[in-house]
C-alpha cells in the first residue's frame, strides 16, 4: 500500500537553509505536495510538483523530485524563525487523488 | 466562503456520548475529504466525497464513524459512543478537482473525549 515517510526532527539556524526529505512508496503518484502547519493550526498548501518534473522553485522554496528513488525534497533558503513549524509531505493517486501523507517534521529555527 | 469552515472548533464531550463534527468547504468545491490527526502522528485519511459519486468510506476506523455530506456541499461526521482513543483533531479539506492542486484545510476540531 501507500507510505510515505519522513524524518521526525530538523533544527537549523536562522539564515541557514533547510532540506526537509521525504520518501514514497507508490510510483504511481502523481502529485506530490508540501504542507506547513503552525501550532494550534490547520495545514497550509506550500507547493506542490508533478510527478513528471524534476525540479520548482518558488521564491525561498524548492522542490526537487527523483522519481527513479521516489525521493522528494523540501528546500527552504534563508530560514526565518517564522518557518519554524511542522512540515509534511503528501502523494495523490488517482482514483481520487486522496492525500497520503507522512508523519511530519519538526522544524526548529534558532535564533 | 472564502475558506473551509469547521464547527465546533473545540469539543469535549464524555466517554460513551455520541458527537457531531461539521464542515462548510469553499463553495463550488466537488471534493470533501475528512482526516483525523492524534497527537503527534501525521494525518489518517477517514473519507471522501466526490460529487453525487459514493463516497470513499476505506478510511473509517470502525462502525461508530459515519459521514453525510448534503446537497453537495456541508458534510457531518458523527462518531457514536465515543472512546478515549477518538480524541484527536478532525481536519475537513475540500477541493475544487479531484486531488489536483491540492487542498484547502479547514483550521480543525480537537475533540476530546473524558
Known amino acids: 500500500g501507500e507510505d510515505v515517510e519522513q524524518s521526525l526532527f530538523l533544527s537549523v539556524r536562522e539564515g541557514d537553509s533547510s532540506v526537509i526529505n521525504c520518501t514514497y512508496t507508490?510510483?504511481?503518484?502523481?502529485?506530490l505536495y508540501w504542507y506547513k502547519q503552525e501550532p494550534g493550526a490547520g495545514l497550509q498548501l506550500l507547493t506542490y510538483?508533478?510527478?513528471?518534473?524534476d525540479m520548482k522553485q518558488d521564491q525561498r522554496l524548492t522542490v526537487l523530485l527523483n522519481k527513479k528513488d521516489k525521493h522528494l525534497s523540501l528546500r527552504i533558503a534563508d530560514t526565518q524563525t517564522g518557518d519554524s513549524a511542522i512540515y509534511f509531505c503528501?502523494?495523490?493517486?488517482?482514483?481520487?487523488?486522496?492525500?497520503?501523507f507522512g508523519a511530519g517534521t519538526i522544524l526548529r529555527v534558532k535564533s | 466562503g472564502a475558506g473551509v469552515s469547521q464547527s465546533p472548533s473545540n469539543k469535549v464531550t464524555e466517554k460513551g456520548k455520541d458527537v457531531e463534527l461539521r464542515c462548510d468547504p469553499i463553495?463550488?468545491?466537488?471534493?470533501l475529504y475528512w482526516y483525523r490527526q492524534s497527537l503527534g502522528q501525521g494525518l489518517e485519511f477517514l473519507i471522501y466525497?466526490?460529487?453525487?459519486?459514493?463516497?470513499?468510506k476505506s478510511g473509517l476506523p470502525s462502525d461508530r464513524f459515519s459521514a453525510e455530506r448534503t446537497g453537495g456541499s456541508v458534510s457531518t461526521l458523527t462518531i457514536q459512543r465515543t472512546q478515549q482513543e477518538d480524541s484527536a483533531v478532525y481536519l475537513c479539506?475540500?477541493?475544487?478537482?479531484?486531488?489536483?492542486?491540492?487542498?484547502?484545510f479547514g483550521s480543525g476540531t480537537r475533540l476530546t473525549i473524558v
Open positions: 479539506a475540500s477541493s475544487s478537482r479531484q486531488g489536483a492542486r491540492g487542498y484547502t
Open positions: 507508490d510510483s504511481s503518484s502523481t502529485y
Open positions: 510538483i508533478f510527478s513528471n518534473m
Open positions: 503528501a502523494e495523490s493517486t488517482p482514483p481520487g487523488n486522496k492525500l497520503v
Open positions: 463553495s463550488g468545491h466537488t471534493a
Open positions: 466525497f466526490q460529487g453525487n459519486s459514493a463516497p470513499d
